[in-house]
C-alpha cells in the first residue's frame, strides 16, 4: 500500500511539475506561441513611436501566425526541429515583449538604440519564417498535421475570408504535392468568384510570393495552377504592379519555354496583360521573352490558341520601338508571314493584325509584308465572318493606303481584298463613313493615270458602294465623278453599270420631288 501510495505522489509531483510556468518555459507549446504571437499583435497597434518598422515586425508577426496555426495539432515531440523552431520564436518574442513595452511607456534609452534593437528582432523573426519554411519543403510535417478550414459561403464577413485564405497559404506551405494542388485548386476557384480574396491575398505576406515560386514547380499541375492563379490577378490593373514586384516575369517566360501546354497558355495570357504597360514590356524582352514568344509561334504542333496569346504579347511588345527592330531582326516577318498561311481564322486573323502593327508607320517594313496581302486576300475568301472580323479589326483603312502603293502588285492585292470586304454590309457601312475613301476611289480612276491599282476591282468596289443611299451619295458629290463617266464613254462595262445605277437613282430622286411637290 505504501509503495502504491508513493508511486502516486510520485506521478502527481511529476504531472505537477510537468504543468508548472517553469517547466513550460522549457518546453514552450504551439499553443503558447500562437499566443503570445495574437497578444504582442495586439500591444504593438497601441505603439506610437517606429511606426513603419513595428509594422514590418507586424507583418512578421502575421507570417509566423499562419505558419504555426497550420499546424497547431501536431504532436510536435515527434519532429525535434519544429520543437527548437517554437523554443527560439518563443524566445524571440518574450524580447520583443520587452521592447514593446518600453516602446508603450517611452521608457527606452535612446531611439538610435531602440530603432537598431527593433531591426534586430525584425531579422530574428525574418529567420524564424525561413526556418519554418525549411521544415514544411522537408516534409517534416505532412497533411495529417494540418487543420482544413471550410471554405466561407456566400456573404462571409471579411475576417471568415482572410482566415480561410491564411489556412491556404499554411497548406501550400506545409502540404505534400496533392494537398498543394487542392489549396490552390481552391484559391483559383474563390478569386474568380470574389475578388475581395485577391485583396486579402495581396496583403498576407508571402502569399504572392508563394504563387511566384510555384511556377517554378517540377510538378505540372502545381505550376498550372499557379499560372491560372498569376493570370487572374493580372487582370486586375492595380495588382499587377504586385506581381512584378514579386518578381512574377522570369519565370513566366521559363514556363513559356517548358512548362505544359495549359502552363504556357496561363503564363501567355499573363504575359499579355502585364505588357499592356511599356515598361513590363522592357521587363519581359530582357529576360528573353521576345525570343521565347517567336519560338512558340513558329512551332508547327503548338495549339493555336496558345500562338494567339503568344501573338497577343509579342503585338504589345511592338510598342517599343527598340523591341520592334529587334523581333524584325529576329525573323519576326518570316514567322508570322508562315502563320497567315493557317487554316484556322482566328490566329490568321491575329498574325495579319500583327504584321499590321509591325509595318505601321513604317514602310520599309511595310514594303516586307506583300505576301501579308496575299494571306488577307485570301482570308476574304474564306468566309462572310472572316471579312467582318477583318473590317472590325481595322484592316480597311491599311488596304486604302496600300492603294497608292509604288508595286502594282500590292496596289492590285489591296483592291481586290478590299472589294471583297465592302461585299458585306457592316464593313460597306463603315467604308462610305469615310468622305476620302470613296474620293480616293474614283481618283483612282483617272484614265489617264497608269499608276492605279486593277481598275476591275476598284470598279467592283464602287458598284458594291452604289447599292447604299449614301454609298451612292458620296460618289455622285465626289469632284472625280468624271473620272468614272470618261471609263463608262470608253465602253468600260462595269463604269457603264454603275452610271446607270446612278442616273436611275438620280431619275428617280427627280421624280419623287416632282411626285411630293
Known sequence: MKNKMGEEKSHKRSKDEHN?????????????????????ISISHSIKVFPVKWQSIRNKLDELLSGLTAVENCDFGDIPSLSAAVRGITNTLTESYDLARRCVDLSFSGKLLMQSDLDIIYAKFNGHIRHLSEIYTAGLVTHEYAIVVSRPGLGASRDDMKFYVKDLLSRLKIGGTEMKRQALVAFNQVISEDEKYIKIAVEIGNFIGLLVNFLDSQEAEIQEEASKAVSMIAGIDSYKNVLVGAGVIAPLIRVLESGSELGKECAARCL???????????????????????????????R????????????????????????????AISVFINLVRSKDEVLLINSI?????????????????????????????TSEEAKKAMGDSGFMPELVKLLNAKSFEVREMAAEALSSMVLVPRNRKRFVQNDQNVGLLLQLLDPEDGNSG????????????????????????????????????????????????????????????????
Not at 27 to 37: M, Y
Not at 356 to 381: N, P, V, Y
Not at 467 to 474: L, P, Q, T, V
Request: hydrophobic share 40%; net charge positive; aromatic share 4%.
Open 353 to 381: 493584325e500583327f504584321l499590321q502593327s509591325m509595318a505601321f508607320g513604317d514602310e520599309s517594313t511595310r514594303q516586307m509584308i506583300e505576301l501579308a496581302l496575299k494571306a488577307a486576300l485570301r482570308l476574304c475568301g
Open 20 to 40: 508548472s510556468p517553469e517547466s513550460s518555459a522549457r518546453k514552450p507549446s504551439l499553443r503558447q506561441a500562437i499566443e503570445l504571437i495574437t497578444s504582442l
Open 454 to 517: 486593277n481598275k476591275k476591282f476598284l470598279l467592283s468596289t464602287l458598284m458594291s458602294l452604289t447599292s447604299s443611299n449614301s454609298g451612292r451619295k458620296k460618289i455622285l458629290n465626289s469632284g472625280y465623278l468624271k473620272n468614272i463617266e470618261k471609263l463608262a464613254d470608253a465602253e468600260v462595262s462595269d463604269a457603264k453599270k454603275i452610271v446607270r445605277k446612278l442616273s436611275s437613282n438620280r431619275l428617280l430622286s427627280m421624280l419623287s420631288g416632282l411626285w411630293y411637290s
Open 304 to 331: 493555336c490558341e496558345l500562338v494567339v496569346l503568344a501573338c497577343g504579347v509579342l503585338k504589345n511588345l511592338l510598342g517599343v520601338e527598340e523591341i520592334k527592330r529587334f523581333m524584325i531582326e529576329e525573323g
Open 272 to 302: 499579355m496583360k502585364l505588357t499592356e504597360n511599356s515598361d513590363n514590356a522592357w521587363s519581359v524582352s530582357a529576360h528573353g521573352g521576345a525570343t521565347a514568344l517567336l519560338k512558340l509561334c513558329s512551332n508547327g504542333d503548338c
